[in-house]
């Protein structure tokens, strides 16, 4: 079953970054979409695998494109 999560990507900067991440995240297995909101500087997950392995690679993903990027859940 698909989940939904949206984390907060604190100190997110540019649209280059944003669209990185995006793109990135995409591409983890067991993730079916992911869209980053610049303006609210969040990103939804829809997903079906573990909760805690996928925050963690969404956390990693943006601190390597920007290591000033926290991510939080919200």
């Known amino acids: 079953m698909a989940v939904t999560k949206t984390y907060f990507l604190e100190n997110l900067c540019c649209e280059k970054c944003a669209a990185a991440i995006e793109r990135d995240v995409r591409a ?17 997950v829809v997903f ?4 805690e ?6 956390a990693s993903i943006a601190s390597e494109i920007d290591e000033d990027i ?3 859940e919200i």
């Open 28 to 44: 983890l297995a067991g993730v079916q979409s992911a869209e980053v909101d610049f303006s609210s500087t969040s990103i939804a």
């Open 70 to 72: 926290v991510t939080k």
């Open 48 to 51: 079906d695998a573990d909760p």
């Open 53 to 58: 392995a996928i925050f963690k690679s969404v």
